[in-house]
């Protein structure tokens, strides 16, 4: 039986397309169950529509700031689906910890670093900043550790001496299209190998 996996997003989706157009062979381990976006005006919603997968929001926004509330809407949106993991790609939603724990072992996240550098925000700077040689991204299990859980897979790219934080983010992101759908075939077929990349 292949896995249902919603995937969870708050813009252009970009990495959501590359796992829905991954997940279209009808021999990947995964299957696309729906998209959630928490803001309504996220462009990925129209792509995923557009790919043959139901795409819905919770806007956070009605919920005034109780994370709680939207979780429950939330949780009970992916249960109606019947989903087995979720994926979030863009997701720009603190969770609470009563909901990574409820979907413990079974949420990924990519983020844009070579783990356990640079968590959090503005990593592309932060790693010219630092002087890094190169730069890169993570797929990795979400725990309640923000950036933190067990990583699943990294890819990894030079720095230039003419990068900017926007150029680093332009090329890095065609890695992180090919690494989150590659992970996820692994981790979808009960495969923990960790993936490794090199662009
Ligand atoms: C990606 O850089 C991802 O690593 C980060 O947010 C960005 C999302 O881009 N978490 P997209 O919405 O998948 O295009």
Same mark, same amino acid.
């Given at each position: 039986?292949?896995?249902?996996?919603?995937?969870?997003?708050?813009?252009?989706?970009?990495?959501?397309?590359?796992?829905?157009?991954?997940?279209?062979?009808?021999?990947?381990?995964?299957?696309?169950?729906?998209?959630?976006?928490? =803001?309504?005006?996220?462009?990925? $919603?129209?792509?995923?529509?557009?790919?043959?997968? %139901?795409?819905?929001?919770?806007?956070?926004?009605?919920?005034?700031?109780?994370?709680?509330?939207?979780?429950?809407?939330? #949780?009970?949106?992916?249960?109606?689906?019947?989903?087995?993991?979720?994926?979030?790609?863009?997701?720009?939603?603190?969770?609470?910890?009563?909901?990574?724990?409820?979907?413990?072992?079974?949420?990924?996240?990519?983020?844009?670093?070579?783990?356990?550098?640079?968590?959090? $925000?503005? #990593?592309?700077?932060?790693?010219?900043?630092?002087?890094?040689?190169?730069?890169?991204?993570?797929?990795? %299990?979400?725990?309640?550790?923000?950036?933190?859980?067990?990583?699943?897979?990294?890819?990894?790219?030079?720095?230039?001496?003419?990068?900017?934080?926007?150029?680093?983010?332009?090329? $890095?992101?065609?890695?992180?299209?090919?690494?989150?759908?590659?992970?996820?075939?692994?981790?979808?077929?009960?495969?923990? =190998?960790?993936?490794?990349?090199?662009?």
């Amino acid at each position: 039986m292949r896995k249902r996996v919603a995937i969870l997003i708050s813009g252009s989706g970009s990495n959501m397309v590359s796992l829905l157009r991954d997940m279209s062979d009808r021999q990947h381990p995964a299957l696309p169950c729906v998209v959630v976006s928490n =803001r309504p005006d996220a462009g990925g $919603l129209a792509k995923a529509t557009e790919l043959g997968v %139901e795409a819905l929001a919770i806007d956070h926004r009605i919920f005034k700031g109780d994370r709680a509330a939207f979780e429950t809407q939330l #949780t009970r949106t992916l249960e109606e689906h019947g989903t087995e993991i979720v994926c979030l790609a863009g997701f720009m939603r603190v969770l609470t910890p009563g909901f990574i724990e409820r979907w413990a072992g079974r949420m990924l996240n990519i983020h844009p670093s070579i783990l356990p550098l640079f968590p959090g $925000l503005h #990593t592309h700077a932060r790693a010219i900043d630092a002087g890094m040689a190169i730069h890169g991204c993570t797929v990795h %299990e979400v725990t309640t550790d923000l950036d933190a859980g067990p990583i699943l897979g990294q890819a990894a790219i030079p720095i230039e001496p003419e990068d900017t934080p926007d150029s680093l983010a332009a090329r $890095l992101l065609p890695m992180e299209h090919k690494l989150y759908p590659a992970v996820l075939r692994r981790f979808a077929a009960g495969d923990r =190998r960790k993936v490794s990349l090199l662009g």
